[in-house]
């Protein structure tokens, strides 16, 4: 052998290097060495040193480059006794990466939500029953034995529970060797649930709803099916099936569902049907339990989770199917950070797996229901509410024509038909997508108009807290009696109206009724979900809430709904403002009649012509789709074109103007890809951040992601303070 080739040698096995993708905005993975001894493989959780810190990383596919001398590299401290990230995971986490032209640390980062997981969970002690018996017996004692006498192992207070006596007559029985400790391993988090416990007839056109799906699922393999049935049609009870019929294929399931801490009722009908509760995921999560369920999710103990975006980044042992439940919930879009919308990589998701992928929605997005008519998504219909559910009567309230009284927002007929259904001792639900007392504060003497110092915000005046809030940063602060400006006292007036409001408008006309308002700001998730429950047992009257009201709840008695302001969201803007409202208004009123009960939904608005108070009223979604699908596809939006945003900040303005022209002068000149701005974003300063807009519009086939990187490469440098953000798909153009 020659010097050479032991040198080759050395290189190549006593210092093996891989690359170890690390959970921060880095563009690639690094190289480090393996340590002798240390058997790590693609997927393989590891921690490394990184600066002066160590942290978590992946060890990726690919191989070195040999760009750095391996002797100089640094080490791998240490590999975690953890089930590595599939190939199949790797790849989607570096397909999100390249979809969203964010660095695959940050992406990878996602998959990486539960830092004390990554050890395996510590056994537990326990206690089993020797052949030893105590020299005294006691009544205690001995029903103790009794309930320890079937082989299995227990649980210190688990024992002490199943023999009704306290533990410490366990603990006496032990030191007479009437017990030996062994070591278990931890309970689950959730029990496993039985695709069999509870099965339900379906009705009607459930049963051809649910055979067309279950021929989809049993083939296994890639599809993508759109459910898309109205509010109380069975939906969930159809999917139901397809997660049976997954579970009994050994296969995991994960079930997306937009505000998943608020819908307790919905993992007690997955309990009714399958006998436990699915594990949950979102950011509510205790730690301990975050960690537990991450664990048991990548060893394959945890079948179905419930989650919200996040869940689709869980490294699932074998997941055989996706339910999008809500699909078209605009909060399946993250902007921060990773900019993706957890529908379309839950597609992408299965399509890399190899497996179904579910889209549900009473009201499908025009993405899901173009690819619906043109048979890339399976189109599932449900027609038709279950049993004796009727859909609620629909009208139109003409605020030209019904006016409220002086200073309040409910016109007559609203009033009228509250009462109506407090006297029948039914429930009214009254929805202002609008958190707070009032969106705007004035004064009545010189004008002053209260703004948030960071952002181009109105303060919203919460009376509940005595504060007013920026929605937009979370600043606040005491509501002031005086002006700032003019220094008058007592001439702050609240314009227009937030919740908080129209529920003191409702007391003012109804003072026996139980009322009681739902917003996220006035409660946490706990709390708010003991007063949906409380809510549909009865104990309220009248309910006044924002959007969380309108998702999944069940609220049985609930035959009133008002729309207070219908109008709201459509003047913004935005090209989806008309879809978005009629999915939310539509939503609403759904939850209204959702047991036998006659029912009645009204839309206050000043625009009763308005195509989509139209559509709703009518029922004639179909129509609306129509209109709506055909105006995209002139103006080659969404899906008939693609969009992608940028977003330039700076702590100037000037910065952040000049950086986005630069950007525009940089973008490369490709036929099919037009730019628009740069423009000062409609909320032109955040945080104190000043924010400019570039839209990039291209045809359906363009490469935005070719584009973009290109305009950036070729773009200023970035300086100072100016940071960009990349919002490919952009759902927001605020
Ligand atoms: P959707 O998801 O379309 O809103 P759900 O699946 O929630 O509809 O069904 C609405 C209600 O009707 C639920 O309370 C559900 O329990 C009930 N339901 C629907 N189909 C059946 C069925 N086949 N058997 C028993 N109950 C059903
Ligand atoms: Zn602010």
Sequence with gaps: MTEDSTDLFDDLFARRVVPVLVPMPAPKAYSYAVPEGMAVEPGSIVQVPLGPRQVVGVVWDGTDDGSVDPKKLKAITRAFDCPPLSKDMRTFLD??????????????????????????????????????????????????????????????????????????VIDGLAVQGVFETIFMPPPPVVALPDPDYAEHRLEGPQKQAAQDLLDSVDVGGFSVSLIDGITGSGKTEVYFEAIAATL????????????????????ERFQDRFGSKPAEWHSDLAPRTREKVWRQVTEGGVRVVAGARSALFLPFENLGLIIVDEEHDPAYKQEDRVFYNARDMAVVRARIGEFPVVLVSATPSVESRVN?????????????????AALPDLGLVDMRRHPPERGGFLSPVLLRHIGKAVERGEQALLFLNRRGYAP??????????????????????????GQIQCHHCGYAERTPESCPECGTFDHLVACGPGVERIAEEVDRHFPDARTIVLSSDLMGVKRLRLELEAIARGEADIVVGTQLVAKGHNFPMMTFVGIVDADIGLANGDPRAAERTFQLLSQVTGRAGRTGLKSLGLLQTYQPQHPVMQAIVSGDSQAFYEREINEREKALLPPFGRLASVIVSADTRADAEGHARGLRQAAPKVSGIGILGPAEAPLALIRGRHRFRLLVHGRRNSDMQAFVKTMMANGPKMRGSVSVQLDIDPQSFL
């Design 95 to 168: 397909w999100v990466a390249a979809y969203t032209v964010s660095p695959p640390g940050l992406v990878a980062r996602m998959a990486l939500r539960a830092p004390a997981a990554f050890d395996p969970e510590p056994m537990i002690e326990g206690l089993r029953l020797t052949d030893t018996r105590p020299e005294r017996m006691t009544p205690a004692r001995q029903r103790v034995i009794a309930a320890a006498d079937n082989g299995f192992a227990w649980t210190r207070s688990g024992l002490a529970h199943a023999a009704g006596t306290s533990s410490s």
């Design 248 to 267: 009994k294929a050994g296969r995991q399931v994960l079930i997306l569902l937009p505000e998943i801490a608020l819908t307790a009722s919905f993992l």
């Design 372 to 388: 619906g008519d043109l048979g890339r998504y399976k189109p599932i219909h449900l027609p038709t509410r279950f049993g004796d």
């Design 440 to 465: 705007l504060t004035l004064c009545r003497v010189c004008g002053h108009r209260f703004q948030c110092p960071d952002c181009s915000s109105w303060l919203v005046e919460h009376r509940f807290r």
